[in-house]
């Protein structure tokens, strides 16, 4: 699907699976290491509010948190102990089962070419497991998530200037400031829009996990013929040049529990120039049927 420089509202004409748009917002301020820019959108602070409320995702698990907090003392804290029957059966991306005899994981490092390092700070390691460093969820295990300690995700966030047709920045008309617009996704779950990232493969450098996850869920790139594909990745390969990291730590996803969190490094690709710029021409798609 291909949107237009002045034009934030056209539609795929079939049913759409994960439509793609360029989103307007109000240029005020891009980013701060308050806000988290990561796939769900959440509000970042020191401790966690999503993770820690209500059904875990999937489940008929409630969620049950007096203090999130750990250093408050919470004797009758008793998590429910979850992990997916998806990640039970050992797929490529999880971990084994803790007292499995050949699973012996170096916690707070590169363990291999899987690297149990947070973004953050080193993290407590409490029965023999990694502490979520941002408080109890109601559940122990890993839930949903593949990896015991923190997940690793990356998050491109592409950004231009809307543009009249000749050209010129489109201010607002009400406080006056250029409006920006980025890439989402609308996600194909129920779980509304979204950053196209996505998980970082093991030995994979966060660079390589940006350009992949773009290609494939902001431009449909697996659906493409050789020849468009390479042209994509060409372009693609050129926007995600020169990338301003903009934040990287804990992400307070749903899927989180006390044993196992999703982490995110976020980066911007602008497109700055007008007459040469590759998202101006960069061609959108979403999946119809």
């Not at 698990?61 to 998590?79: F, L, M, N, T």
């Not at 007292?99 to 916690?107: E, G, I, N, Q, V």
């Not at 295990?141 to 047709?165: C, E, F, Q, Y």
Request: aromatic fraction near 8%; charged fraction near 20%; charge should be negative.
């Amino acid at each position: 699907m291909h949107i237009p420089p002045s034009d934030s509202s056209s539609q795929c004409s079939k049913q759409v699976l994960s439509p793609v748009w360029w989103m307007v917002m109000v240029f005020t301020c891009f980013a701060s290491k308050t806000l988290s820019i990561g796939k769900y959108g959440i509000l970042m602070a020191s401790l966690h509010q999503k993770c820690a409320v209500g059904l875990y995702p999937k489940t008929e698990v409630q969620r049950s948190v007096k203090h999130v907090d750990w250093a408050i003392p919470d004797e009758g804290y008793s998590p429910i102990d979850y992990t997916a029957p998806s990640i039970l059966k050992q797929p490529p991306y999880a971990d084994k089962l803790p007292d499995a005899a050949d699973f012996s994981p170096a916690w707070n490092a590169l363990d291999g070419q899987v690297d149990r390092r947070s973004h953050e700070a080193p993290y407590a390691i409490v029965d023999g497991l990694p502490r979520n460093p941002h408080g109890r969820t109601g559940v122990r295990g890993r839930g949903l998530l593949g990896r015991w300690g923190p997940n690793h995700a990356a998050d491109p966030i592409v950004t231009r200037w809307k543009r009249s047709p000749t050209g010129d920045k489109i201010m607002n008309e009400s406080s006056g400031l250029p409006v920006l617009e980025f890439v989402c996704i609308l996600r194909g779950d129920g779980g509304g829009w979204a950053i196209p990232g996505g998980m970082v493969d093991p030995g994979e450098v966060v660079s390589a996990t940006l350009r992949r996850e773009f290609l494939e869920e902001a431009l449909n790139a697996n659906d493409l013929s050789p020849e468009e594909r390479q042209l994509r990745t060409q372009q693609i390969s050129e926007l995600f040049n020169k990338g301003v990291e903009v934040f990287s730590g804990y992400v307070d996803d749903p899927r989180n529990t006390d044993n196992a969190w999703m982490e995110t490094v976020a980066q911007n690709f602008h497109c700055h120039a007008y007459d040469d710029d590759p998202g101006r021409t960069l061609v959108l798609r979403s999946r119809c049927q």
